[in-house]
């Protein structure tokens, strides 16, 4: 698949809107599967900050709710979105809630899950919160693994070096 048909594969917001990436980001993204019980829940945090401290250079912070890890994510669409607008007043786009693994993977996912982590290991994203940040154009430039926090200065950098100065 081409960087650009990742970016035009189709996709649901959170309210049941068609969109794909490259509608919802006008530069580089930052994607990210989301659980609202999940021990790493309070990355929604750093994730809102990161959102809100380079938009103006072209960052959209993309949530992807997914419940296949434990059922950390079993609200409703709408449950989904009051908690993270009222516990981590998150404004950055959210997408419906898909399987970023197995049978019922979503294409997006399916492309993102070639790309290697630092340790080159591809495949299956291992826990919630795990990170994919995409450079202007929609080419996959990083994979961050759950346990990174969004303010890790390894993201930062990653971040700092697709964004336009």
């Known amino acids: ?14 309210d049941g809107r068609p969109t794909t990436l490259a509608e919802l980001a006008d ?10 019980k999940c021990g790493l829940t309070p990355q929604y945090t ?8 380079y938009a103006d250079r072209g960052l959209t912070v993309i949530g992807v709710p997914c419940n296949q890890f434990m059922g950390q994510e079993p609200g409703s669409a709408e449950e989904i979105q009051a908690f993270c607008s009222t516990t981590y007043g998150v404004t950055f786009p959210l997408l419906e809630k898909v399987e970023v693994n197995g049978p019922g993977q979503h294409p997006l996912y399916a492309e993102l899950t070639k790309t290697a982590d630092d340790a080159g290991e591809a495949g299956d994203v291992q826990w919630n919160f795990e990170k994919f940040l995409l450079a202007p154009g929609g080419q996959v430039s990083r994979r961050f693994r759950p346990r990174t926090e969004p303010t890790d200065p390894e993201v930062i950098s990653a971040i700092e070096a697709v964004l336009p100065r």
Do not use: R
Request: charged share 15%; hydrophobic share 55%; net charge negative.
């Open 1 to 14: 698949m081409t960087d650009a048909a990742l970016t035009e594969i189709p996709l649901t917001t959170l």
């Open 46 to 53: 750093g994730l809102e900050q990161l959102a809100k401290d």
């Open 27 to 36: 530069g580089a993204a930052l994607v990210v599967n989301v659980a609202s």
